[in-house]
């Protein structure tokens, strides 16, 4: 069965700490893996993966994705409190083609 | 077990028909919601409700109606089925309405397809 496994669940760090965020996954006809931010409305687009080793960046958030290990990791530097969020992981593959989501990762930055 | 699920996985179908996509959660959750995928993988909410009561009605053609007769489904109608219409629909829930404390739980998607 395909699933997509995030971890920690949650984490509470303050501000400016550095935190790294897990997705591991086992998926069937794997295309790509996606990074979303969840806070008061839909989800937000972070990231997309789809090649091993090429680290992405976008300001203080930078993923990279393991395509041997199976796995991907969201940094995040200097964290503010408006990182506050629920962070998603989703794998496009399977035999529907589709995005199967992780459980998410809740980042609490207290100042 | 499943959480969330949504039927049809696959719907395939001419312009100007009508159909349906139904969505169920055993979670216990008072909120659901109907997002579209774009082609740039951005997820659009369309609809959300709320104990059976619609909260969020985004931008989207009347030709969609939300449809939830308990809190544990959400369905979703679409009538006269346009080209533009193709792309996977995400149904998702949570205990409650949005916000960092309330963890979104997807379907699997089904992926349209209008000829």
């Known amino acids: 069965e395909d699933k997509v496994v995030q971890s920690p669940l949650s984490l509470v760090v303050h501000e400016g700490d550095t935190v790294t965020l897990n997705c591991s996954y086992e998926?069937?006809?794997?295309?790509?893996l996606l990074w979303y931010k969840q806070e008061k409305k839909a989800p937000t687009f972070l990231f997309m993966l789809t090649s091993s080793g090429i680290e992405k960046k976008s300001g203080r958030l930078s993923s990279i994705l393991d395509k041997k290990e199976l796995f991907s990791i969201l940094n995040i530097t200097a964290t503010q409190t408006g990182d506050s969020a629920i962070y998603l992981c989703a794998v496009e593959g399977g035999s529907q083609g589709n995005l199967i989501f992780g459980k998410g990762t809740k980042l609490s930055v207290k100042p | 077990d499943t959480a969330v699920s949504q039927t049809p996985k696959y719907l395939v179908t001419q312009m100007g028909n009508d159909k349906s996509i139904k969505c169920e959660q055993n979670l216990g959750h008072d909120t659901m919601y109907w997002y579209k995928q774009d082609s740039k993988k951005f997820l659009k909410i369309m609809f959300s409700?709320?104990?059976?009561?619609?909260?969020i009605n985004e931008t989207v053609p009347n030709r969609f109606s939300p449809k939830s007769p308990d809190k544990a489904h959400l369905n979703l109608h679409i009538n006269s089925l346009e080209l533009g219409d193709s792309a996977v629909y995400f149904c998702?829930?949570?205990?409650?309405?949005?916000?960092?404390?309330?963890?979104?739980?997807f379907g699997p998607g089904t992926r349209l397809t209008v000829l």
């Open positions: 998926v069937t006809n794997f295309r790509s």
């Open positions: 409700y709320n104990n059976k009561e619609l909260i």
């Open positions: 998702a829930s949570s205990q409650e309405r949005w916000g960092t404390n309330n963890e979104q739980f």
